[in-house]
């Protein structure tokens, strides 16, 4: 049981896992507080993991499971938040399964022999529980410790990681990935069915070994057209979704420059649909009204002052009310130059905001 | 006169620059085939580019009136477009006018001495005509040799120019210039002043040397959300633009991730709103119906078989026929890799699709 576990834990002797505000708002149950937690809250913004994570590559830290229990720990203890997100890397299962690659420093994922063909698709090992006890270890070490706060597990969407294989490393304008898309659907459909798989399989893994809901990343979806989306994202998505969904736990979808998609990325099967920073949130509820949502502080405004910061978060929350349902978050990943203390006023400042 | 100068030239003895096909639809006036030009059309993705550039700065091809002429002239005879883009970059004034500043291959814009005080505002010196002649010179060397092809003049709109002054060069999250738009309003206010005469100075002297119209490019604008916009960036890129209206040209505005911006961003002074490619044109029509459209075709297509990208033109131009006027061009700048033939079918496609 971690001691300074946020306002959900059984601690304060009061709450349930499946009470806790998180999970309560997730499926569109009304709350006593607004459940906040941040993308990327565990990582690079942190002292405590920078300590960790010293001579240890980022990879070689996802798969150790000593390691990320603490990494996973850290940002729970330290700020109080309504929920835990699983340390990984969304290219972490194929790595996993044997796919050649790093995560260089300053730069991203690197993939040693970018895939192009039916044959390199063919070439990519599924992902079963085998494949990875450590996650499984890792997350069942996590629950435990968390007690009633709820454990978020976490993939990659098809698209996103499709975009990593195929370039051989981050892009800037998706050349390589959509000349694939456009130019050989069959190839592009074998990938994408490929690495549903795989999603799906480590979101599977994490749900049996514990975590209460699911986060898929779709991070670079906001790329493609609405049109595009549909026909060469969207079914992919929604198979990793309908099997995480098949186990119980409420399912959030998140991208950034998604502003156009997110009714499309709701209706691939999520229960909560995260939203961008740009994107303002009333808008959002507008587009996926029937469903909760995640969001939207801009994370450069932890830079800003104090109060102007969490003047703009009383009026996310104020417009949250609106929604199905509502989970205060950034707009996209901590910055690693974010201060931890102004995480820190901003968790307690929404935890505390009066609802009624 | 350029001989291979697109459907618009004097030399097939029938239109004037008044009438060119580009100059039309901006004003919003019928057309016989729907005007195209793209976005970083001079530059990278041409063999001759590339030649013209070996041994010579990024900046310093700009500064010399004979290259930006010969730069700027060569996608017109290569392409036929309907209109030329005044070769440039969005520092390039700041170069000018003395700023320490130089653009790294693969990295982009680098500041010497970030502008982060009020003092480090005061240190920018103004832009006269004085500070430009080679601006000047350039202009009229290709307003001359195009005849009757209108030439675009360039300018970086206020809050992407100073996202570079602030960060020291290119970014991710705009960190520090959020921080310094939330955290010191005066310096903002100050800073964001100082580059809207800039950049209006900079326009000023194109459309007195020859420019038919303009185009503000505020390309990282959509990292705001849109009530940052209004309080930050839209006054400032009005007064830019209602400077260079005032001297009776079209004036065309684009940034990307700008789904949500796009009304505001044609409030602000512009006659054509640039559409990036993730946002549906029909889409946007219905936001800025009242003014032209230009886009909107996701610069990646041209990887696509012809045929799959001709189709996604064709759905543009029909899409296009709802607006006030249309104008063809890529949702964001043509990629370095881009075979130039691409371009040259897509040009030609364009320009003989029957409008009626």
Request: hydrophobic share 45%.
């Amino acid at each position: 049981m971690c001691e300074h576990a946020g306002p959900g834990a059984t601690i304060r002797g009061v709450t349930t896992l499946a009470d806790s505000a998180f999970l309560k708002a997730a499926r569109g149950e009304a709350v006593s507080h607004t459940p906040v937690w941040f993308m990327r809250q565990a990582g690079r913004s942190l002292p405590e993991y920078l300590k960790l994570r010293e001579g240890v590559a980022m990879l070689d830290s996802c798969l150790d499971p000593d390691l990320t229990t603490e990494i996973t720990l850290q940002p729970v203890r330290r700020y109080g938040v309504d929920a835990a997100i699983f340390y990984s890397d969304i290219v972490l299962p194929l790595k996993a399964i044997g796919v050649d690659l790093d995560i260089k420093p300053g730069v991203g994922p690197v993939i040693a022999q970018p895939v192009r063909t039916l044959a390199d698709v063919a070439a990519i090992p599924d992902l079963t529980p085998d494949s990875v006890p450590m996650i499984t270890q890792a997350v069942e070490q996590i629950v435990a410790e968390l007690g009633s706060t709820p454990l978020i597990g976490f993939a990659g969407a098809p698209f996103t990681v499709a975009s990593y294989l195929v370039e051989g490393g981050p892009s800037k304008d998706y050349a390589r990935t959509k000349a694939l898309m456009f130019g050989a659907p069959d190839v592009w459909e074998a990938l994408m069915q490929k690495i549903a798989g795989i999603s799906a399989g480590f979101l599977e893994v994490q749900i049996a070994a514990g975590a209460s809901a699911v986060q898929l990343f779709d991070s670079w979806a906001g790329a493609v057209t609405p049109a595009d989306y549909e026909q060469y994202v969207a079914p992919y998505s929604a198979l990793v979704l309908d099997r995480a969904g098949a186990l119980g736990v409420p399912r959030i979808h998140f991208g950034v420059n998604s502003s156009l998609l997110l009714r499309q990325m709701g209706d691939v099967g999520a229960d909560v649909v995260g939203v961008d920073w740009r994107t303002p949130l009333d808008w959002a509820i507008g587009q996926v009204g029937h469903r909760a949502v995640q969001g939207n502080l801009d994370p450069a405004l932890v830079f800003a002052p104090t109060e102007v910061m969490l003047d703009r978060a009383a009026a996310i929350i104020d417009a949250g009310r609106m929604a199905k349902g509502h989970i205060f978050n950034l707009g996209h990943g901590v910055i690693p130059s974010t201060d931890p203390d102004q995480l820190k006023r901003l968790t307690e400042f929404v935890q505390s905001y009066p609802l009624d």
